[in-house]
């Protein structure tokens, strides 16, 4: 059974940076491809970044872009999301999300791609 298990999440001001985590365990890590997405309240659940399994390949939100980096390591099967940079309306839980087919090549920006998901980090941006 996959399970991913976010970690990271705090208080932090405005133009500050923090780094999200986020571990997968219950299959072989790195022939998925893997996603972060955000969540504010009232509000739908948004793409941020993505990272394909071939780690040839990012993608991200123009409203992160220049901010946010997405890497992952193999090794230590992690995905892992740094937030410079940090404004006040980044401020949501963060998920990170895994689809169930491997090597997976379709879009990655919707929610409809992914299978599995964590259970989220709340990111507080204080203005």
């Known amino acids: 059974q996959v399970q991913l298990a976010e970690s990271g999440g705090g208080l932090v001001q405005a133009g500050g940076s923090l780094r999200l985590s986020c571990a997968a365990s219950?299959?072989?890590?790195?022939?998925?491809?893997m996603g972060w997405f955000r969540q504010a309240p009232g509000k739908e659940r948004e793409f941020v970044a993505a990272?394909?399994?071939?780690?040839?390949?990012?993608f991200y939100a123009d409203s992160v872009k220049g901010r946010f980096t997405i890497s992952r390591d193999n090794t230590k099967n992690t995905v892992y999301l740094q937030m410079n940079s940090l404004k006040p309306e980044d401020t949501a839980a963060y998920y990170c999300?895994?689809?169930?087919?491997?090597?997976?090549?379709?879009?990655?920006?919707?929610?409809?791609?992914?299978?599995?998901w964590g259970q989220g980090t709340q990111v507080t941006v204080s203005s």
């Open positions: 999300a895994a689809p169930g087919q491997e090597y997976y090549r379709r879009s990655l920006y919707s929610t409809e791609a992914y299978d599995y």
């Open positions: 219950g299959r072989t890590f790195s022939r998925y491809s």
């Open positions: 990272i394909s399994w071939s780690l040839l390949s990012t």
